[in-house]
Structure formats: C-alpha cells, structure tokens
C-alpha cells in the first residue's frame, strides 16, 4: 500500500490544483496532460501487458470523438453519446481483434495500422456522416444541468479539468485492476511467450481481444473527451497514424505494461512538446546570455519553433536506445543496482 | 481392464514431404510412467506437439480421457487435463518464479489470491520456494527445468508429458529430477517423459516406446527394450547391431 502514496498525493494536489491556477493555458496544459495519460493507460492494457503493439488505436481513438460528435448533431445528448460511442469502438474492436490477432509479431503491428488507415480514408469519404475533410465543429455545447440547475456553461477550462483527471484516474485504476487480475497474468504470459500460455491452458484468441476491448473502450473515451475539448475534429487529427504512434510513444518512453510508464511518458512528451512549441529553448538560451540579435540568436528564434517536431523525434529516438525499458525501467533498474 | 488414459491410433504427421511422425499407435494407463525415447530427429517432439494440440496429426486419432482431442487446441487439451513442458524451457522471462506459477494455478481459478497459495504449494514440491520473487529469466537452467514442472503441476494435470527434463543437467541436477518425477508418479499422476539418458529412462519408466525415423521400433517394459536388437541396432548403428 505504502507505494501508493506519493500517487495518493499527487491526487490530492491535483485536486486542488484549479483553485489557485486561473490561467487558462496552465489549465490547458493540465487537460492535455490528463488526455495523454489516459491514451497512454488505455494503449498499455493491450500493448504493455500483452505486448500486442498496435499501431492503430487511431481507430478507437477517432471513433469514440466522431461517434460522439454525429451523435451529439442528432440531438443526443453527449452524456449519452459518449457511451453510445464506446460502445461503438468495443464492437469494431472484436471486428479488428478477430481478424488481426492471428498475426504475430510485426505482422499484427502492419495489420492493425492498415485498419485504423482503412477507417481514416472511410471517415474522409463518407461525407454524409462525417463531413469528409472538413471535419465537423462543435462551438455550442449544450450546458450541464442538473434539473433545472446549471452545473457549467463550459466557458471555463475547469470543468474540463476534472473531468480530464476523472477519466485519466479511472484509466490508471483500470490499469491497476486488470495488471493484478487473472486477466493480467494471462495477457503477461502471452506478451512472455505465446506458445508457453496456449500450453498452460490460456485461450489465447479470447484473452487478447479480451484486453483489447477494455484498451479500445478507454481509448474512445479519451477521444470523444479530447473531440469536446477541442471542439473541432477532422479525419486527420481523430484517426490520423500521428495518434496512434503518440499513444504508443508514452508508453515506450515512460515504460510498457508499468501502470507509471504512460504517467510519466504522458508528463515527459507533453511538457516537451509545448515547451519545443513555445520555443522556451531559445528564450532559454537568451536568458544564459545568447545574443538575441546574433546571427545565431536569429536563426534560433526563426526556426528553433519550427523544427519543434524535429527536435522531440531526436530525443525519442535517444531515449529509445539508451532507455529500452522506458524511464521507469531505467529508473527501477538504477535504484536496484544501488540496493 | 479399465480404458487406457490416453490412445495414439495410427498418428502421422507430414511435413511437405518429411514423414515425422508415421503410423504411430500406444496406449498409456493411468498411473504409469511411458518413457519415449529414439534418435535425434525420431520424431519425439513432433509427436508431443500432436498429442497437446500444436499440430494436427495429418492422419490417425488420439483419444485422452473418453475423449477424442486430436483437432482441440492446445489451451482446451489443457484444460481436459494434460501439460506439457517444453525441450527448450519457455519461462516467463519477466515474471516472476512464483507469477509463473501463478499462470499455471489460474486455470482451476479466478482470484490470484488462491492462485498464489496453490502455486507456492507447487514451488515448494519442486524445491523453488526460497526462488518465489526472483524473475524467471534469471534462473540457471537446472531450476528452469524445476520451474516447467511447477508450472505445469499448477495446472491440475492428470497427464504430464515431460520433453527432456533432464537434457543439459549435470548429475546431480539429474538425480533431482529422478526423483520429482518418481515423486510426481506417487502422487498417482500419469506421465509421458522424452529423455536421451537410457540408464535414467529404464529407472523411471514402466514401458518404453522407441521411435525411429518416426516410426514406432519397439514398445515394451524397459527390460525388453534395452535387450532388443533393433533398439540396440537403432542406437548404436546397424554394424554394431548385427555384430551383437
């Protein structure tokens, strides 16, 4: 229990948080941060636990804001919609599961990336539905009531915020729960050694769509979540390979199948990004002392924003071939040689 | 006389055109220990791969238990009552040796809590227990072996087929699978065990069945076996064999 508190802790503050931040972009960045977190957890049930890396969870993710967003232009509520939306990706999620778990290894990984593709170019087409590449924009959210009482108009970060840091919490405790049921051990011992499970009596079609379910339904939760926040989603940005490939990378940077890997790859990766965006490098650098009106100090401040992209792929890479384990990996591996 | 626990009928298994497996037929009875044994390549292996589910036999029938499971999957042929260990150990690598088991026990469970107590029951039978928290992937080999059998006694079995428990052991090592598997039999459990070792083979089995080229050569008590020209041609080449 005692490796709990520090989490127990970190709930406290985060609770807490929007009573002394107002700053909307403080907020934002938390609301990014809790979105990151509960992709990455999602992506971990199937990915970490039983080492199926999907490179498609673009699908899920897309679906569950697009279902949510059509169902909400048909007039149904989206605290009805989200569940509608869910329940949508879990049986696309048994469709894809079915067909692309009898592949191994790198297969299963091009497989599951040609799905989610397959879904983005059918979002892209079905105009009727989806709007094509326009995308579809939300900018009046019905408000929050409960009776005749208004809970929030949404014209605040601050709803959103804990509503963030609920569905990232229940991604972490979902996490906790399936790593220490039955259903963990079995997706363990297949991520170990797929033959070794078959012969221990695991069946291993229904186990692996089994966490495929629970990583899918978390995954479009988090996306009709992110759809809301931002208001506007298009093919690109719900179903596109870039999502798929960030959900997997928070979890290899923090560390696969630990439920802190995605915590602190979500933290590392979002913090990171924004920084590389905002520039706070250069201005970093002007701060030592760099000469802003330098020829270097210019080229910096020209195009230090732009190769954000760039510069975070550098660092992603490094940390893949020094830290295969991920941070937490390279940290629990460092304290245990000090023991 | 009571049905046999498990019926080989006329098993093959092709590979293109490789014969691996090629008519082969025995019967074991419940409580017995059958030692299958043959040159490399005999086709022992491929056999164990047919009886568990791995392989559909190409042809022929098995029958465990009053029911035929040649065509079931490995993870239904388990839960029938059969397990298996693996000639190359496949541990859990990043588990530990007690979570190992754990696998193994969840079979007969839902709560990990009861599978953690049956599996340190299993841990303890094959003298692992003081090895419960180390991760499976660090265990010498000798230990490797153990842990397989834990594993798989997790599992409840009523037949046990043992690939080469005992391959790349030294002496002692050996020895302590002797007697695991001498134990094992007290307990009333059936198995089936591939060894190279023919003085530890006529030690633990109560029949042996020899595959050449895979095809069964011989079948009988460890006595008749070992004394029968064509085994003994088989093992040691056919000059040898024609000499004795």
């Known amino acids: ?339 | 006389m009571s049905a046999p626990l498990l019926e080989v009928r006329k098993v093959s298994r092709f590979f293109g055109g490789v014969k691996a497996n090629l008519d082969v037929s025995f019967q074991v009875e419940t409580g017995m220990v059958l030692g299958l044994i043959g040159p490399n390549g005999a086709g022992k292996t491929t056999l164990f791969n047919c009886i568990t589910g791995f392989y559909p036999p190409s042809r022929g029938e098995i029958h465990f238990a009053g029911q035929r499971i040649d065509g079931k999957s490995p993870d239904q042929v388990c839960r029938l009552g059969m397990a298996r260990t693996w000639q190359k150990v496949r541990p859990l690598a990043k588990l530990s040796v007690l979570d190992n088991v754990v696998v193994g026990a969840l079979l007969h469970t839902i709560s990990v809590r009861q599978a953690r107590e049956a599996a340190r029951e299993h841990l303890r039978a094959v003298g692992l227990q003081a090895r419960a928290d180390v991760l499976a992937g660090g265990l010498p080999i000798g230990e490797r072996k153990k842990l397989e059998v834990a594993r798989v006694l997790a599992t409840r079995p009523r037949l046990i087929l043992l690939d080469e428990v005992m391959g790349g052991l030294n002496a002692r090592e050996s020895e302590d699978l002797i007697g695991l598997i001498l134990e094992i039999k007290k307990r009333g459990l059936t198995q089936i065990v591939i060894e190279h070792d023919m003085k530890a083979i006529v030690r633990i089995s109560d029949r042996i069945v020899v595959l050449n080229s895979g095809e069964k050569l011989a079948e009988g008590t460890p006595k008749e076996v070992t004394s029968n020209a064509a085994v003994i041609s088989a093992y040691l080449g056919a000059s040898e064999g024609a000499k004795a």
């Open chain 1, 1 to 339: 229990m005692k490796r709990y508190l520090p989490l127990a802790a970190l709930l406290a503050a985060s609770l807490v948080i929007p009573l002394w931040v107002h700053s909307p972009y403080a907020l934002h960045i938390f609301i990014l941060l809790f979105i990151a977190v509960a992709t990455g957890e999602s992506w971990n049930v199937i990915g970490g636990y039983a080492g199926q890396y999907s490179v498609g969870h673009a699908a899920y993710y897309g679906l569950g804001a697009y279902g949510a967003f059509i169902l909400l232009n048909k007039q149904i509520p989206p605290w009805f919609g989200v569940w509608v939306a869910v329940a949508i990706s879990v049986v696309v999620a048994l469709i894809i599961g079915s067909i692309t778990f009898r592949l191994r290894g790198p297969y299963f990984v091009l497989a599951s990336i040609a799905v989610a593709e397959i879904i983005r170019l059918g979002a892209l087409s079905w105009k009727d539905l989806t709007n094509g590449a326009e995308g579809i924009l939300v900018s009046d959210l019905p408000p929050l009531k409960l009776g005749a009482h208004v809970i929030t108009d949404w014209n605040s970060k601050v709803p959103y915020y804990y509503m963030g840091l609920a569905m990232a919490l229940l991604c972490i405790l979902v996490n906790v729960a399936v790593k220490y049921s039955k259903l963990g051990y079995y997706l363990q011992a297949i991520r170990e050694d797929q033959d070794a499970a078959h012969s221990l009596g695991i069946p291993l079609a229904r186990t692996k769509n089994a966490g495929l379910v629970i990583s899918a339904a978390l995954t479009a939760l988090a996306g009709s979540y992110a759809a809301f926040y931002i208001g506007f989603i298009e093919p690109q940005s719900a179903f596109g390979l870039d999502v798929s490939v960030q959900l997997v990378l928070i979890c290899i940077i923090g560390g696969i199948g630990t439920v802190l890997g995605p915590m602190v790859g979500a933290v590392v990766l979002v913090l990171l990004s924004e920084a590389l965006r905002a520039n706070l490098i250069a201005q970093g650098l002007f701060k030592l002392g760099l000469d802003e009106t330098s020829p270097t100090g210019l080229f910096l401040k020209e195009n230090l924003a732009h190769a954000h992209v760039l510069i975070y792929g550098i660092l992603v890479v490094v940390v893949i071939l020094f830290m295969p384990d991920g941070l937490v990996g390279f940290a629990a591996a460092r304290l245990r040689r000090r023991k």
